[in-house]
């Protein structure tokens, strides 16, 4: 039985012209957890973070946050409703410094003693950024970059985060840092939503995954078992 979840996809259907690229997907994230999408290039995981953060227009379904239906509401104002995306190949403002990109994550918000509070806590949680505060995010290295746009979706203290292939082009030694970071942030009590093709990496600090395939949510469950399905090592774990 689910209980209030943050975040509820119903039926999601999405085509991207005559292709279907979403048919019938439907999972909940619960409040605190960490549930991971998983599935090969072009399954659709992205096309799913896309258009619950409303830069992808779904066909039918529904899509809630906080049991409130935001299908229509743009991208933009989700910030303001405590959804926060880390997109794809980071997308921080190269030209800013980090300090600057940081408070940009917070413009959705008034609360300015807050805010300082909540920039500390992000330079306590990525002390490298402290450290680089006044440096201009576009010299940062690529997992940098990932700290800063992860800390950048921090700042507006949001109910939960879209993370879409944080390890992307990272070297190996920042990948298990960025996965250090994800799992930190869940023992904050930060809800995520991890879309990631290193399957095993994202399955050992899940609490539940769903598998993509061709659009469908073709398997569900507790990441730890997903870790140790035989047909999830096979297509997804190369062993």
């Known amino acids: 039985m689910v209980m209030n979840p943050i975040l509820e996809v119903k039926d999601l259907n999405v085509h991207y012209g005559v292709i279907q690229a979403l048919k019938g997907v439907s999972f909940h994230v619960e409040e605190g957890e960490v549930v991971a999408l998983i599935g ?3 399954a659709g995981k992205t096309t ?3 258009t619950i953060s409303g830069l992808i227009k ?3 379904g529904e899509i809630l946050l906080h049991g409130e239906s935001i ?3 743009p991208g933009h104002k989700l910030v303001g409703m405590g959804l926060a995306q880390v997109p794809e190949g980071r997308r921080v403002f190269a030209d800013r ?3 600057q990109n940081l408070r940009l994550g917070a413009f959705s918000r008034n609360d300015k003693a807050e805010v300082e509070e909540t920039l500390n806590f992000v330079y306590e949680r990525f002390p490298r ?4 505060e006044t440096q201009l995010a576009g010299t940062l290295s690529g997992g940098e970059q990932q700290m800063l746009a992860t800390g950048r979706a921090l700042m507006s203290k949001p109910k939960i985060i879209l993370m879409d292939e944080p390890s992307m082009g990272l070297s190996p030694i920042f990948v298990n840092e960025i996965f250090d970071i994800i799992q930190k942030m869940h023992d904050d009590g930060v809800t995520v939503l991890l879309v990631e093709q290193n399957a095993k990496k994202a399955l050992s ?3 539940r995954a769903y598998v993509l395939e061709t659009g469908k949510i073709v398997m569900e469950g507790d990441a730890k078992e997903l ?3 035989e047909d999830i090592k096979k297509a997804y774990l190369g062993e």
């Open 129 to 132: 950024l402290k450290e680089r």
């Open 227 to 229: 870790l140790d399905n």
């Open 58 to 60: 779904a066909t039918s």
């Open 40 to 42: 090969a290039n072009g």
């Open 71 to 73: 299908l229509k509401v």
């Open 97 to 99: 410094t980090v300090a």
């Open 48 to 50: 799913t973070l896309h």
């Open 205 to 207: 600090i899940a609490d």
